[in-house]
């Protein structure tokens, strides 16, 4: 019987403590839209890490999530957390809870307007191209459940042109 020498352990050591944590502590996703742009472009490849506690979501954030009435996974921008207020005039600014909010991020502005109060356990989204996304305004239900979070988006790794930390 042949014995495995030290470096073929290591090997298979360091390839299945990456494939456990891939599988419980992140993965990689690959953004196929441009309703991101200019924070993520078609085709970026993203390290994105689990969420394990769902009260670390913070508005602003980057997430990862499952609509279950699109069948697909998404990744857009946490604009309206659990109990908010969501206001968006006819110019396309933003009202959270009332107050007015700063987003240097967008990039393409449009006059969808609305009113929304975030449910208890859900979420609302809005892509950085809100002129090219298909987020929270248009969908049906305009609000994705806590158990449908998969991860937050941390930095684009490819291309290596793109590389940066996502904030």
């Known amino acids: 019987m042949k014995k495995f020498n030290n470096g073929a352990i290591f090997m298979l050591t360091v390839v299945a403590i990456f494939l456990v944590l ?53 990744i857009k921008r946490v604009i309206g957390l659990p109990n908010d207020r969501i206001n968006i005039d006819s110019t396309g600014k933003l009202f959270v809870n009332g107050v007015e909010q700063v987003e240097d991020y967008v990039a393409y502005a449009d006059q969808k307007s609305g ?7 859900g979420y609302f989204f809005l892509g950085d191209a809100r002129d090219h996304s298909f987020d929270s305004r248009s969908w049906d239900n305009p609000y994705i459940l806590e158990e449908q979070l998969e991860g937050k988006a941390q930095f684009i790794i490819y291309p290596f042109s793109n590389w940066k930390l996502l904030e």
């Open 115 to 121: 009113e929304y109060v975030v449910p208890e356990d």
């Open 22 to 74: 891939y599988r419980v502590a992140f993965f990689i996703v690959s953004v196929p839209s441009a309703s991101m742009y200019p924070t993520i472009k078609i085709g970026d490849r993203i390290v994105t890490t689990r969420i394990w506690k769902k009260d670390s979501v913070e508005r602003g954030d980057i997430l990862v999530f499952f609509s279950k009435e699109l069948d697909e996974m998404m």
